[in-house]
C-alpha cells in the first residue's frame, strides 16, 4: 500500500532514532489508524517489532475512564523500548489514561516516546514533514538564549505578559531529537519550554489545548485570560459558554489555574494556525499552560493532573533586554 504521508512518516521514525534492535508499540485509535499505518510501514522497512493497540479495543466506549490493567499487562509482555501515542484526545482522559499510559511507557519502561496527541492529515505534511535539522538548529539556538534567563516580556495582539524564572528549573528544548531513553515529547516537534516563576499580565489566546482543541479548532472569538502572580483572575469571552468551560476545567484540580508552562515554539515551517494545538504550540510565537508544569523535566517543586495551553498570535519576545522575535519572526 503506498504511504500517504512519507516525509512526515520518516521524520517520525527519524525523530526517535529507531534501528533494527528496537521494539516499538504503537498505541493508535480507529480514527488515527491510517497515520499509525503509514509509520509503521516505515519502521517496519527497518525490520523492527511492532505491538498494535487500538485503544478502543482495549477500552471500549471512549473517553477512557481509566487505564486497563490488561492494556497494561499488553504492553508489559512485550517490553518495548520505544512507543507512539498516534490517536485523539477526549475530555477527561488526559488524567485517567493518557497520564498513566505515559507512566508506564516513559517512567516505568523508560522507551523513547513520540507523543503525537490528536494527529492529523494536515499536520503529517505540514508539521511533520518539516526540515528537521533546521528545526535542531534554531530550537538549540533559543535554547541557549534562555536557558539562563531571569525575565521574558512578550506583546501580541491583546497580549502582554511578563514572566520571571526561577534558575533552578530547567529549560527543555524540545528539538526533533528523541534519542536517548526514558525521553519522551510531542511530534511534530520545535520549542522550548520550563515552567515559570512568576507570570503577570493578559493573554489572548486563539488556540487552546487538551479536548478544547478538538472542540472548536480556532477560535473566532479568541479567550482573554488576566494572570496575577500566576494565577488565574479572570476568563473572559464572547462566547460566555467557553470562557465558563474554561473556568470549570481549570478549577477542577489543585494548581489547575497555575501558569505550569511558559514556551517558545520554533517550528519556523508552520505559516498559520489550523486549530490543533499539537501542531500550533509549536508556531513561532509563546504559548503558556495552566496546570501540570512537566515536574520530572523541568525541576519545578509542584505539579497538577490538568494541562490546558493557550496561545496568542503575532507575539513580539524580549529576553531579558535582547528582542528576539517581532511579530512572530525571529531576530536571531
Same mark, same amino acid.
Given at each position: 500500500?503506498?504511504?500517504?504521508?512519507?516525509?512526515?512518516?520518516?521524520?517520525?521514525?527519524?525523530?526517535?532514532?529507531?534501528?533494527?534492535?528496537?521494539?516499538?508499540?504503537?498505541?493508535?485509535?480507529?480514527?488515527?489508524?491510517?497515520?499509525?499505518?503509514?509509520?509503521?510501514?516505515?519502521?517496519?522497512?527497518?525490520?523492527?517489532?511492532?505491538?498494535?493497540?487500538?485503544?478502543?479495543?482495549?477500552?471500549?466506549?471512549?473517553?477512557?475512564?481509566?487505564?486497563?490493567?490488561?492494556?497494561?499487562?499488553?504492553?508489559?509482555?512485550?517490553?518495548?523500548?520505544?512507543?507512539?501515542?498516534?490517536?485523539?484526545?477526549?475530555?477527561?482522559?488526559?488524567?485517567?489514561?493518557?497520564?498513566?499510559?505515559?507512566?508506564?511507557?516513559?517512567?516505568?519502561?523508560?522507551?523513547?516516546?513520540?507523543?503525537?496527541?490528536?494527529?492529523?492529515?494536515?499536520?503529517?505534511?505540514?508539521?511533520?514533514?518539516?526540515?528537521?535539522?533546521?528545526i535542531h538548529e534554531i530550537t538549540q539556538k533559543?535554547?541557549?538564549?534562555?536557558?539562563?534567563?531571569?525575565?521574558?516580556?512578550?506583546?501580541?495582539?491583546?497580549?502582554?505578559?511578563?514572566?520571571?524564572?526561577?534558575?533552578?528549573?530547567?529549560?527543555?528544548?524540545?528539538?526533533?531529537?528523541?534519542?536517548?531513553?526514558?525521553?519522551?515529547?510531542?511530534?511534530?516537534?520545535?520549542?522550548?519550554?520550563?515552567?515559570?516563576?512568576?507570570?503577570?499580565?493578559?493573554?489572548?489566546?486563539?488556540?487552546?489545548?487538551?479536548?478544547?482543541?478538538?472542540?472548536?479548532?480556532?477560535?473566532?472569538?479568541?479567550?482573554?485570560? !488576566?494572570?496575577?502572580?500566576? /494565577? =488565574?483572575?479572570?476568563?473572559?469571552?464572547?462566547? #460566555?459558554?467557553?470562557? %465558563?468551560? @474554561? $473556568?470549570?476545567?481549570?478549577?477542577? !484540580?489543585?494548581?489547575?489555574? /497555575? =501558569?505550569?508552562?511558559?514556551?517558545?515554539?520554533? #517550528?519556523?515551517?508552520? %505559516?498559520? @494556525? $489550523?486549530?490543533?494545538?499539537?501542531?500550533?504550540?509549536?508556531?513561532?510565537?509563546?504559548?503558556?499552560?495552566?496546570?501540570?508544569?512537566?515536574?520530572?523535566?523541568?525541576?519545578?517543586?509542584?505539579?497538577?493532573?490538568?494541562?490546558?495551553?493557550?496561545?496568542?498570535?503575532?507575539?513580539s519576545i524580549w529576553v531579558e533586554e535582547e528582542?528576539?522575535?517581532?511579530?512572530?519572526?525571529?531576530?536571531?
Amino acid at each position: 500500500m503506498k504511504n500517504k504521508f512519507p516525509k512526515g512518516a520518516k521524520n517520525a521514525v527519524k525523530c526517535l532514532n529507531i534501528g533494527k534492535q528496537d521494539r516499538v508499540a504503537i498505541i493508535t485509535d480507529n480514527s488515527r489508524k491510517h497515520i499509525a499505518e503509514s509509520i509503521v510501514q516505515e519502521i517496519k522497512k527497518i525490520g523492527c517489532e511492532v505491538l498494535w493497540l487500538i485503544i478502543e479495543d482495549e477500552v471500549g466506549m471512549r473517553p477512557a475512564t481509566h487505564f486497563p490493567k490488561k492494556m497494561r499487562n499488553k504492553i508489559l509482555d512485550f517490553q518495548p523500548n520505544v512507543s507512539y501515542y498516534i490517536a485523539t484526545g477526549k475530555k477527561g482522559e488526559l488524567s485517567k489514561f493518557r497520564w498513566p499510559l505515559k507512566e508506564l511507557l516513559v517512567d516505568e519502561l523508560k522507551c523513547r516516546h513520540g507523543h503525537m496527541i490528536s494527529i492529523d492529515d494536515t499536520i503529517m505534511k505540514q508539521g511533520m514533514s518539516a526540515d528537521y535539522d533546521v528545526i535542531h538548529e534554531i530550537t538549540q539556538k533559543v535554547y541557549r538564549i534562555v536557558k539562563d534567563a531571569l525575565k521574558i516580556k512578550v506583546k501580541a495582539e491583546g497580549t502582554e505578559l511578563k514572566a520571571t524564572f526561577n534558575p533552578d528549573h530547567e529549560w527543555v528544548p524540545c528539538d526533533g531529537r528523541i534519542y536517548e531513553q526514558g525521553k519522551w515529547s510531542n511530534l511534530p516537534e520545535g520549542e522550548v519550554y520550563t515552567c515559570p516563576d512568576k507570570v503577570n499580565g493578559k493573554v489572548k489566546a486563539y488556540v487552546m489545548g487538551d479536548y478544547f482543541s478538538d472542540k472548536y479548532g480556532v477560535l473566532r472569538d479568541p479567550l482573554i485570560v !488576566e494572570i496575577k502572580d500566576s /494565577r =488565574v483572575v479572570s476568563a473572559e469571552c464572547k462566547n #460566555n459558554h467557553l470562557a %465558563k468551560e @474554561f $473556568i470549570k476545567y481549570i478549577k477542577s !484540580e489543585e494548581n489547575g489555574d /497555575r =501558569v505550569g508552562e511558559f514556551a517558545i515554539g520554533t #517550528n519556523i515551517s508552520l %505559516k498559520k @494556525f $489550523i486549530g490543533n494545538l499539537l501542531q500550533d504550540e509549536k508556531f513561532p510565537g509563546i504559548h503558556i499552560a495552566f496546570g501540570g508544569s512537566y515536574s520530572k523535566l523541568t525541576k519545578a517543586d509542584w505539579d497538577c493532573t490538568n494541562h490546558l495551553d493557550v496561545i496568542p498570535r503575532k507575539c513580539s519576545i524580549w529576553v531579558e533586554e535582547e528582542q528576539i522575535m517581532k511579530e512572530g519572526k525571529f531576530l536571531i
